[in-house]
């Protein structure tokens, strides 16, 4: 796959250029000078980022080009086409962060315009996605013209939809052999298209000479390139492949079998995964609208069978793999309920009642109704309460409105009316229990009601709940510190919902005297929780939602988090900081949860980057001035801040928290740059080296081979850092870098043995 005359046109000779200097930087380490190290460490990371997004968009450019070739376009430009393509997965298949496979997929938008956009596509891979509006985010931001780029993505996505490609899936090769497979499932793939569409056979050459195949037919008759290629590659004929086809359809339908029991969307589905077919067969580099990736984004999750029972009858009832199945298994599975506006809301309702009308004809009814209204009650519990203001409910309908775009009206099943109508009810009961901190507020028995609802308890316990959360604040609002600690025990009862309750609506609504001591007692809670992802995902939500902005409680989210990272958090006994030892242990973190953080965080890069440049940006102004410090957050919040950060960082691991240790690293691990240079710095300098013993330990924690020479490094600037202490006293702090960077090292030299 490695070729030096490789025809590459401009602008994706750049970008491998880029991705080859990413890689070169791990031997020439680029020095950053003064204050700007940080900043452009993780800039830096981004572009990195934003080059990997460009090469896939290429590689997903050349692979529809291939698709749509035709016989009576040049050969020299499918040549050329096709060298572009071994080209950029060259350079992918050493790209880690972008995965074994790419996945394109329609993303079935809603709202005017949006339902017949042929250029409505998504591209995952990895750690990688983007859509057409990513780009254009890319380009305003780094000032440069990606036009050529966006307009190859609209050409591309407009080929997909033309052959009626809903998602695809493509696994990039790491070798000759691979390529070559991809190579001749692209072209087999044009060829099928163009027969598909003039009804007639497919004419291919087989060992040099021609030959004509007849598309192999899925389950419901219909002709399939996943079958199609599947028979091909493996040297199937055909007949033995539709054999095979009817055989495991019929194990499907049978009430006795014990395929049923699996969760399959389709007859290709089942060959791939039953295991003794699986071993006798080798899967197709690309895969043409397998359902259940409008479901799923990654080989990790998995499909219930209610899920791959409702992705079947969606299909029938919509026409296949087409954009209304999309559109209405995205009403049911979405993961962006909480950015849409309320009109939105009401057309997602809207499609998920036809389809629960259609359910009712099903034999697998019951079970396919409790799977669409569990994961739309789920989705719409993550609301606004703006969003709820702007709904309302009158008979079978939804009315919704959203400003400067009017009033939509659309019917409701009367099911999802209820849930609409429950979740209207919870947010007025949440904004009655926020107001009681500070006034009389009567409770109607309907609040408590849906207070049981959604806490899961009775409705007596329901009032036990405001009753207790009442009597922890005086008269006058004031928070009461033992009587929420005596009543600790009491909350484990609604832990399905308290503490994303006392986080989001509580500590906004103290008064600013309060909410240290308020914040302090929630790590007495956390630490009797029994689900600690579920308040994992409400900090970090919390944390980057408004990344910009930062906030007394961010600090306390890091250091909350941290506490449920750890099998055994009781053992961090100080309330106030996160000591450093926790980086000693990290056995003690559980895996599931850390993996589970890494991955938010990596879902959500760019914002948890901009949240940790605005807390060091923020910070580096406090260290540069004189002046009063009468802001809600001091130096000392700051560095604090930062500090608890970084050990959360650590803990959790992932690429994205890997870039910002690293940034880290370049910006504390130089005694020249900005935070040892300022005008205060000498004052907080304990704290700022503080940090650096942080980041080196974090390093040694998710760092590799690579980043080795970058702890040796520290270690060679001791002297300029004994210096800066001089005025201190500071051996010991030295001593302590010394020692962390030793042991760091050590650590990296073992991880990679």
């Known amino acids: 796959m490695e070729h030096s005359d490789i025809n590459l046109d401009d602008s994706a000779e750049q970008l491998y250029a880029q991705l080859g200097d990413v890689e070169d930087r791990k031997l020439q380490k680029p020095e950053f000078r003064?204050?700007?190290?940080?900043?452009?460490?993780?800039?830096?990371?981004?572009?990195?980022?934003?080059?990997?997004?460009?090469?896939?968009?290429?590689?997903?450019?050349?692979?529809?080009?291939?698709?749509?070739?035709?016989?009576?376009?040049?050969?020299?430009?499918?040549?050329?086409?096709?060298?572009?393509?071994?080209?950029?997965?060259?350079?992918?298949?050493?790209?880690?962060?972008?995965?074994?496979?790419?996945?394109?997929?329609?993303?079935?938008?809603?709202?005017?315009?949006?339902?017949?956009?042929?250029?409505?596509?998504?591209?995952?891979?990895?750690?990688?996605?983007?859509?057409?509006?990513?780009?254009?985010?890319?380009?305003?931001?780094?000032?440069?013209?990606?036009?050529?780029?966006?307009?190859?993505?609209?050409?591309?996505?407009?080929?997909?939809?033309?052959?009626?490609?809903?998602?695809?899936?493509?696994?990039?090769?790491?070798?000759?052999?691979?390529?070559?497979?991809?190579?001749?499932?692209?072209?087999?793939?044009?060829?099928?298209?163009?027969?598909i569409k003039k009804n007639s056979p497919i004419s291919v050459r087989i060992g040099g000479k021609p030959v004509t195949l007849k598309p192999i037919e899925n389950e419901n008759n219909e002709p399939d390139l996943n079958l199609t290629l599947l028979a091909l590659l493996n040297g199937w004929r055909q007949e033995k492949m539709q054999d095979l086809v009817a055989k495991v359809d019929r194990l499907m339908r049978s009430t006795e079998s014990t395929v049923k029991r699996y969760s399959y969307t389709s007859a290709y589905d089942a060959i791939l995964h039953i295991k003794h077919l699986r071993s006798k067969l080798s899967a197709p580099p690309i895969e043409v609208?397998?359902?259940?990736?409008?479901?799923?984004?990654?080989?990790?999750?998995?499909?219930?069978?209610?899920?791959?029972?409702?992705?079947?009858?969606?299909?029938?009832?919509?026409?296949?793999?087409?954009?209304?199945?999309?559109?209405?298994?995205?009403?049911?599975?979405?993961?962006?309920?909480?950015?849409?506006?309320?009109?939105?809301?009401?057309?997602?309702?809207?499609?998920?009642?036809?389809?629960?009308?259609?359910i009712e004809t099903d034999s697998h009814g019951e079970g396919l109704k409790t799977e669409v209204l569990s994961n739309v009650k789920e989705r719409l519990s993550k609301l606004n309460d703006e969003v709820y203001d702007n709904i309302q409910i009158e008979g079978n309908q939804i009315k919704a409105s959203s400003p400067g775009n009017g009033t939509v009206t659309e019917v409701l099943d009367a099911k999802l009316g209820k849930i609409v109508t429950f979740q209207k009810n919870r947010s007025a009961a949440k904004k009655k229990m926020v107001k009681m901190v500070h006034l009389a507020i009567e409770f109607e028995v309907e609040d408590y009601e849906t207070l049981a609802k959604d806490f899961n308890v009775s409705a007596d316990e329901a009032k036990s709940l405001v009753k207790r959360l009442k009597s922890c604040f005086d008269s006058r609002g004031n928070f009461k510190k033992s009587t929420f600690i005596r009543i600790i025990p009491d909350l484990e009862l609604y832990e399905r919902r308290i503490f994303d309750f006392l986080w989001h609506n509580l500590k906004e609504s103290l008064h600013h005297k309060d909410r240290a001591a308020f914040l302090d007692s929630l790590q007495l809670l956390v630490d009797s929780l029994k689900q600690p992802q579920i308040a994992i995902s409400v900090l970090l939500e919390d944390l980057y939602q408004n990344p910009s902005v930062i906030r007394f409680a961010d600090r306390k989210a890091f250091m909350l988090g941290t506490r449920l990272l750890r099998s055994y958090s009781q053992q961090i006994v100080?309330?106030?900081?996160?000591?450093?030892?926790?980086?000693?242990?990290?056995?003690?973190?559980?895996?599931?949860?850390?993996?589970?953080?890494?991955?938010?965080?990596?879902?959500?890069?760019?914002?948890?980057?901009?949240?940790?440049?605005?807390?060091h940006r923020r910070l580096l102004e406090k260290l540069n001035s004189v002046k009063d410090q009468n802001d809600l957050m001091d130096t000392r919040e700051l560095l604090a801040l930062e500090r608890e950060g970084y050990i959360f960082m650590a803990l959790v691991g992932g690429s994205t928290s890997k870039s910002v240790l690293l940034s880290a690293l370049k910006e504390y691990g130089h005694p020249e740059s900005a935070p040892y240079q300022l005008q205060m710095s000498q004052k907080y300098l304990a704290e700022i080296l503080q940090i650096l013993n942080i980041v080196i330990r974090g390093v040694g924690l998710v760092g590799g081979r690579d980043e080795i020479v970058n702890i040796e490094s520290i270690k060679g600037r001791l002297e300029a850092f004994s210096e800066l202490t001089a005025p201190l006293q500071g051996s010991d702090m030295i001593d302590q870098l010394k020692e962390s960077a030793e042991a760091a090292s050590q650590q990296l030299k073992m991880q990679t043995e």
């Open 289 to 358: 609208n397998n359902i259940k990736w409008l479901m799923v984004g990654n080989e990790q999750t998995a499909l219930s069978g209610d899920m791959a029972n409702l992705a079947r009858l969606v299909m029938d009832r919509s026409g296949g793999c087409s954009p209304e199945t999309t559109r209405v298994l995205k009403s049911v599975y979405g993961e962006d309920y909480e950015e849409i506006d309320s009109r939105q809301i009401a057309e997602r309702l809207h499609l998920t009642s036809g389809l629960l009308e259609t």
């Open 574 to 615: 100080s309330y106030k900081i996160t000591p450093e030892d926790v980086l000693l242990t990290p056995s003690e973190v559980d895996p599931k949860i850390a993996s589970y953080a890494a991955w938010k965080i990596d879902k959500n890069q760019n914002n948890f980057f901009e949240k940790i440049q605005t807390v």
């Open 34 to 195: 003064g204050e700007d190290r940080f900043e452009l460490g993780l800039r830096e990371e981004l572009r990195r980022y934003d080059t990997m997004r460009e090469m896939v968009g290429i590689l997903v450019y050349h692979a529809s080009r291939c698709i749509d070739y035709r016989s009576k376009d040049r050969k020299a430009d499918l040549a050329k086409t096709i060298s572009n393509l071994d080209n950029v997965c060259s350079t992918l298949s050493k790209t880690p962060q972008v995965g074994e496979k790419a996945l394109i997929r329609y993303k079935g938008g809603f709202g005017e315009n949006l339902a017949a956009d042929k250029t409505d596509y998504e591209i995952l891979s990895g750690e990688i996605s983007f859509d057409a509006a990513v780009l254009k985010g890319i380009a305003k931001k780094q000032g440069s013209d990606q036009s050529r780029l966006l307009e190859r993505m609209d050409r591309s996505f407009e080929i997909f939809w033309y052959h009626g490609i809903n998602n695809l899936v493509l696994k990039i090769p790491h070798n000759s052999q691979e390529f070559r497979r991809l190579k001749m499932s692209l072209r087999f793939a044009a060829r099928y298209y163009a027969a």
